[in-house]
């Protein structure tokens, strides 16, 4: 138990004789050596009770709602939440957001890695700022929601200390984190756990390997920035390696073959980036090799398999007029520079990028909730864990339970913003109600449920060139400008092909 | 022997049976498999001669610039050698040129990476267009002068193919090189040599630790872009790291306490960095951890020993008001958590960068070629290695033999530089004189020898001060604008410090 705020530290670590910056300047610059380290000194271990970490909120304090998770969910409910009402602490591997959309983009460099990523201490200042809010870089490991039983009172110790009525300990719901240091070589990672107020759950989705062999190991995902930067890393380097004397046809071929496996949106515009890339950059930039690069499209069904038939239509032969080779085929094993396909075709590779899809991650699968079907975390209408209390689940890893009699939303950006909004709204009005704290919100009406409106899907497939697939869509206008505006970012928008006329699947062509 | 042009590829090697990008295009939809990959395809392993590479010129080609390195002298050259003349071949680990004097302030962000990069390809852009200039991602491993015969006709052999005369054989001296394969862990690098008619050695310098146990383990240096991308990596994990829960006060201030060896001015300029990183960007997005950050600057003489005495004294006061703890000690053992100094003393760190100066490099220390006081490679006047034809060296990795009766040029980009520029003028000069081919400028007049007038030095020491030393200049007008320009680029300069009357130590004292 500590007596330190917010901070568990353990009563055993020593204080560290570190003095202030203050330093004697001799004059004739002869500069002094350095007292200030003992030369004594222990090593400098950590010294670590199993589970520290920040006890349950004391009465003088804000109550607190954890988050778990960085993505499109999780940053759009930081963002909005009313600080003065909670303190907000982030728990996530990852301490930016990235806006995935974008991110195919910055493999070829035409957009740099810092334009797509936002720090979370710029998407909610409080979290850097005010001493109750946090951002951890760490993995949950566990959540523990028995303990939940927050301000209601039953299982406080009270304790007098230096003539004062202190709160000793109480029982909460807590989650338990694990530090990333997969780069600090000097670190071993350390557990502490967070009490929590209000949890939200945002722990997004794992890409889906199918349980297919050599994936893990030789291809590339595409979901975060370093990600990107590997492909980027890639494609450069075989450029280069492909025009070093002495290799043959064969190798150089290999090399310089970029394969995309999965022919979602992500595959599609990812491909559609990298002809771009070679249409312009390669030709220019690597001579030499132009002829020698090929990007091939593996698809087990049809790409884009979610727009209108006439879209993909279009697609298909615009991607193939870019160079893009569309195949359709299943692989089976996939190793270090070859893949091979259900009917035994070999198809060497010197890139491979995986975009097959989300799956429910291991955290999620192990979590000891009610699932929704297809094994995401089950939700209610007001996106609440219903069997737990303080409990919310949003974006990618969470699903309508079956008792809902709502069906499961898609995996997307959109679906995850829209939840993140919802919820920072409902958790401000529980916080100004007076039900932030643990338990304090049992009974309190919450108002319309999360309604979900898609409100269309779009593609960029390369030459500036993009669909926008409006069918499920009923304000089009609205849409379409909110389109438009993310497009004209880059590219002039000019509307009319064809296919826009009369229908609900509509075309945006961009020049 | 091959019959292709400039690649020498392997005659066994296997045609690639990779056809052209054009697609069949069901109207459907449905794609086909693809049968462009043969099923029973050999494994696509590369099969090399031990040393395949581009051969001697022949007569129909253009003569053969081979540049070692791609460091301010190398690029300089490849900048200005007129490839109407030559073709261009680069050799180097690294496909950009780095701006080192901004490098430092890449690591804290106040300049992007891309910034302080520019690809060789950019500088020179004949090297990836020309048919007959490369650029190789490799390591040099040794350089071939014994050969060197040329084209005196002395060793060629003529026959007879397809009905016309060919060169088939001639002996040049060569450079050994292997690719540079360690980011792709499915290749082994490549062995391959090229021969030159001209070969420029601008290898650079390598890092000194001066034999000190632990140094490349345990500490970062500043020389590349990736070093500096791992120092920015490392300061921002150990600000997170720090502010988790549970971890004890002495090891907080172990990670947040960066230790800069080497008082030169790299290590001054990125402390100046760091401090302004702290004052600001730490202070407003680390303010739970502020107070637990520090920097020490640990030199064993005097911090900036080649600049004026007054402009010291200034730097240290300045250092010390920034917070910047100025530490006279010598480094004897280095592990992974802290530093022990020679009087025993143990400073414990979380990130450690080092900057002590440079040495020749393994390679450089290897060559058979006779070398300058301090292990460089020895020149003559005109910057020629006297002891072979057509081997010049620049920059760091050369010096002044001593039979020159000149002393050694420091290890700056500014010798390097101008030494570049020299050289291309020569080569240049030569090559429209007819002797661009291998031995053929055996007796001729090279005209004016380098001469080497030092400009002045600078260091910036954070907060927008820098100090400029014009001692040994005589234009100093001239100088002046040009650091000035430099300056103007991030900050308003402001002549007039108390120190710059009178005197030639002149300073420059930035608002």
Redesign the interface.
């Known amino acids: 138990m500590s007596l330190f705020k917010?901070?568990?530290?353990?009563p055993t670590?020593?204080?560290?004789s570190?003095s202030s910056?203050s330093?004697i300047?001799p004059s004739n610059?002869?500069?002094?050596?350095?007292?200030?380290?003992?030369?004594d000194?222990s090593?400098?271990?950590?010294?670590?009770?199993q589970y520290?970490?920040?006890g349950p909120t004391k009465a003088n304090e804000k109550p607190r709602v954890v988050v778990l998770g960085s993505g499109w969910a999780g940053c759009r409910l930081m963002k909005g939440i009313d600080t003065s009402l909670y303190d907000v602490v982030c728990v996530s591997p990852r301490?930016h957001m990235v806006f995935t959309p974008l991110l195919a983009s910055t493999c070829v460099g035409t957009l740099?890695f810092?334009s797509v990523a936002e720090?979370i201490?710029r998407i909610q200042p409080a979290i850097?700022?005010e001493?109750g809010s946090?951002?951890?870089?760490?993995h949950c490991a566990g959540i523990d929601t028995d303990n939940h039983v927050g301000f209601d009172g039953s299982s406080l110790v009270i304790g007098v200390i230096c003539g004062s009525v202190m709160i000793l300990d109480r029982n909460a719901g807590s989650v338990h984190c694990e530090?990333v240091?997969d780069?600090?070589?000097?670190?071993e990672p350390?557990k502490?756990k967070?009490s929590y107020d209000k949890l939200v759950i945002a722990l997004g989705a794992e890409a889906s390997t199918f349980g297919i062999h050599g994936v893990k190991e030789n291809a590339i995902f595409l979901r975060e920035v370093h990600h990107a930067q590997e492909i980027r890393?890639?494609l450069?380097?075989?450029l280069?390696?492909s025009?070093?004397?002495?290799?043959?046809?064969?190798?150089?071929?290999?090399l310089l073959?970029c394969v995309v496996v999965g022919g979602g949106p992500t595959g599609v515009e990812f491909s559609g980036e990298l002809s771009d890339f070679i249409m312009r950059d390669v030709r220019?930039?690597?001579?030499?090799v132009k002829d020698?690069i090929?990007v091939?499209l593996?698809?087990a069904n049809?790409?884009l398999s979610s727009f209108d038939?006439r879209l993909?239509?279009y697609a298909?032969?615009q991607l193939?007029k870019s160079?893009v080779?569309?195949?359709?085929?299943i692989v089976k094993d996939v190793d270090?520079?070859?893949l091979i396909?259900n009917?035994?075709?070999?198809?060497?590779y010197g890139l491979l990028v995986w975009s097959t899809g989300v799956g429910p991650s291991t955290l999620v699968k192990s979590l000891d909730l009610p699932k929704s079907p297809g094994g995401r975390i089950g939700i209610d209408e007001w996106l609440r864990v219903p069997s737990v209390q303080d409990v919310f689940a949003v974006g990618d890893c969470s699903g309508y339970l079956e008792s809902t009699g709502k069906t499961v939303l898609p995996a997307l950006a959109q679906v995850a913003e829209r939840q993140g909004k919802y919820l920072f709204s409902l958790l401000n009005r529980i916080g100004k109600a007076g039900g932030g704290r643990a338990n304090s919100a049992k009974d309190m009406e919450l108002g319309d449920p999360f309604v979900y409106r898609h409100l269309g899907s779009m593609a960029t497939i390369g030459r500036y060139k993009a669909l926008v697939d409006l069918r499920q869509n009923k304000p089009l206008d609205c849409v379409t400008s909110l389109w438009c505006g993310y497009l004209k970012e880059t590219k002039r928008v000019e509307n009319g092909s064809e296919l826009a006329n009369g229908l609900r699947g509509r075309f945006v062509r961009l020049n």
């Open positions: 917010h901070l568990l530290r353990n670590a020593k204080s560290y570190y910056p330093i300047m610059l002869i500069l002094t050596c350095l007292s200030h380290f003992t030369t000194a090593p400098s271990t950590v010294q670590l009770t520290s970490g920040l301490n740099e810092r720090p201490a850097s700022r001493p946090y951002f951890f870089l760490s530090t240091t780069e600090l070589r000097t670190l350390w502490f967070i890393r890639k450069l380097l075989n280069m390696m025009d070093v004397p002495g290799i043959s046809e064969e190798e150089k071929s290999r073959h220019q930039r690597y001579s030499h020698y090929h091939t593996i698809e049809e790409i038939d993909r239509h298909t032969k193939s160079g080779r569309l195949v359709r085929g270090s520079q070859k396909l009917d035994g075709t070999e198809v060497p």
